[in-house]
């Protein structure tokens, strides 16, 4: 299981909680790491994840903007994670969207 950033920032939005949850069920995730919430925009919900070096990083929007940092023990696997969780029962009423930081 991903250890968690840490304890003093452990609040998650109601859509990137259901993000973590089915984060939470694949291996070669080394750190799953939610960032502060950005309260000001309420609307469709979306997700969009953006490749990295390290990994993954979620977009989250719906009730509120949330980033979440995703460490990959190889990033390679991203792509794949992403088109898992693209099917995954619980995130299929979500719009999503996919970008690369050059590297």
Do not use: C
Not at 29 to 51: F, L, N, Q
Not at 70 to 76: C, F, G, Q
């Amino acid at each position: 299981m991903p250890r968690p950033r840490g304890s003093d920032h452990t609040t998650l939005t109601e859509t990137a909680e259901i993000l973590v949850h089915e984060l939470k069920k694949h291996s070669g995730i080394k750190m799953i790491a939610p960032g502060i919430i950005d309260a000001k925009r309420s609307g469709k919900r979306h997700i969009t994840a953006v490749y990295t070096a390290a990994g993954i990083h979620f977009i989250v929007s719906g009730t509120g903007v949330q980033k979440i940092a995703v460490h990959l023990t190889d990033a390679s696997l991203g792509p794949t994670i992403v088109a898992k969780l693209q099917n995954a029962k619980a995130l299929k009423q979500f719009a999503w969207g996919e970008r690369r930081i050059n590297q």
